[in-house]
């Protein structure tokens, strides 16, 4: 068997920039006219209390547009952008949809190609048997298509190292599935999940994003750049290993291609890839996936080095889900806001499945269901403060954080949903930055 083509290119001409890597990784044979296509991009979180370019944290609309264009010229018409965006009310999930679809320009798209645009939550979930009686719900309209069309940002992960071609099918799945893959099972734990995704889809093309691209993500917290990179094959496993060693991983070092490649039996360095177009080694840089903690991982590194005490937030595991985490970061702006360097009365707050509590601690701070679940009865705990739901409930994140002690704000809780728009603000202005990338005319 020959060598899997993974096609590098820089975005001078967008769409030209996109008919070439196809070309070049001979993806176009596998566009043939009267397919059902599923167009995945990756929108990781959407919101309709803010409008901003969610720049290297979502699929850039200008990517989206040049594939359908392209997909059309070699006489696919049949296309559906499927897409299951984490808002932090569920019940939301439809009209956040819409409102993202919208602002995306994907209904310029319907007009001017009849793609539609679904969000998978509103549509039939499929039970698949993923193998080691991992069963995972997969959405239907991507089972049932000839070929998904996998569209992912070039960025790192703080839980999965990258997240790139194969981790993007997680929002293929749905709810109860995404919160299984954040197993509490050292054995079966997210990593060993998500190198599972692809091996029931059907086809998969892949051109990952790399327009804007993303450290300490996957959201918006961390560093963005504008790297003007696009890569793309008709293997996954290829372009994943060559989209990691563009942000400056060795695929060695993603668990998840680890697991992938010991399950398919494939080398998990780049051997078995023939790099045509841009060489991957005058393109890398490095991209910091992990924030980075203390040396006990107590305490966020920046914490500890201003002198927070009488706190431990403890770093985050594989097991907090995607509802926990989207409230961390507001919940760590309005600790920060509150620190005033006076000692706290001895806090520790816990999150994901795993943690447990320190009986030397004074007050315990439970965020989220499962954490919960796991401490409600726990013999030891001083001072349980609980924050439950799932998502964490709002109100009872402001009760506990000031029966513990930390006076947080609670504007900055009630109004977390603008939090990505705060942060986001510092690229405006900025040319490198062109929020025409996330429209479609």
């Known amino acids: 068997m020959g060598k899997h083509l993974v096609a590098v290119g820089k975005v001078e001409k967008p769409l030209e920039s996109v008919q ?18 599923c167009i995945k991009p990756n929108i990781v979180f959407w919101s309709r209390t803010v409008d901003f370019p969610k720049y290297g944290v979502i699929t850039t609309s200008s990517i989206v547009s040049n594939m359908v264009h392209v997909l059309s ?42 793609v ?24 239907r309209d991507a089972l049932n298509c000839d070929l998904v069309v996998d569209l992912p940002v070039m960025k790192t992960h703080s839980q999965t190292g990258v997240s790139l071609g194969i981790k993007n099918l997680k929002g293929l799945i749905d709810q109860k599935s995404r919160k299984t893959c954040h197993s509490a099972d050292p054995e079966k734990d997210l990593h060993f999940w998500v190198a599972r995704l692809a091996d029931k889809m059907p086809p998969v093309f892949t051109l990952i994003d790399g327009i ?36 400056g991983h060795p695929p060695s070092d993603i668990p998840h291609l680890v697991h992938y490649a010991n399950n398919h039996g494939r080398p998990i360095d780049l051997s078995d890839v023939d790099v045509v177009g841009e060489p991957v080694e005058a ?17 966020p590194l920046a914490w500890d080095k201003k002198g927070y005490k009488g706190i431990a937030y403890r770093k985050y ?16 702006a309005a600790i920060q806001a509150a620190w005033n360097g006076e000692p706290w009365d001895d806090v ?94």
């Open 20 to 37: 070439n890597v196809v070309r070049l990784c001979n993806g176009q044979a596998m566009f043939k006219k009267g397919l059902r296509v």
């Open 73 to 114: 010229e070699y006489g696919v018409d049949d296309i559906t952008i499927l897409e299951g965006s984490v808002t932090m009310d569920p019940r939301d999930s439809s009209e956040q949809a819409a409102h993202a679809f919208e602002s995306l320009g994907y209904t310029t798209l319907a007009k001017k190609y009849g």
């Open 116 to 139: 539609k645009a679904v969000n998978v939550f509103d549509r039939p979930f499929e039970t698949v048997d993923l193998g080691d009686g991992m069963m995972l719900n997969f959405s």
């Open 212 to 247: 804007y691209t993303a450290e300490y993500g996957p959201n918006v917290d961390g560093r963005k750049h504008r790297s003007n990179i696009i890569a793309a094959s008709t293997d996954v496993f290829s372009v994943d290993k060559v989209g990691a060693t563009l942000l």
């Open 283 to 299: 393109l890398a840089k490095r991209h910091q996936a992990y924030f980075p903690y203390n040396e006990d991982a107590s305490l």
């Open 317 to 332: 595991d594989l097991s907090m889900c995607t509802y926990c985490s989207g409230v961390t970061g507001a919940i760590m």
């Open 348 to 441: 520790e707050i816990l999150s994901g499945k795993m943690m447990r509590a320190d009986p030397q601690k004074k007050h315990t701070i439970l965020l989220g269901k499962c954490m919960y679940q796991a401490h409600k009865n726990h013999p030891d705990i001083e001072r349980m403060h609980p924050i439950k739901g799932c998502p964490p409930k709002k109100d009872q994140i402001i009760t506990a954080f000031h029966e513990a002690g930390i006076m947080i704000d609670p504007n900055i809780i009630e109004n977390m949903e603008r939090l990505p728009g705060f942060l986001m603000k510092y690229y405006e202005g900025k040319p490198e930055f062109e929020p025409d990338h996330f429209t479609i005319k």
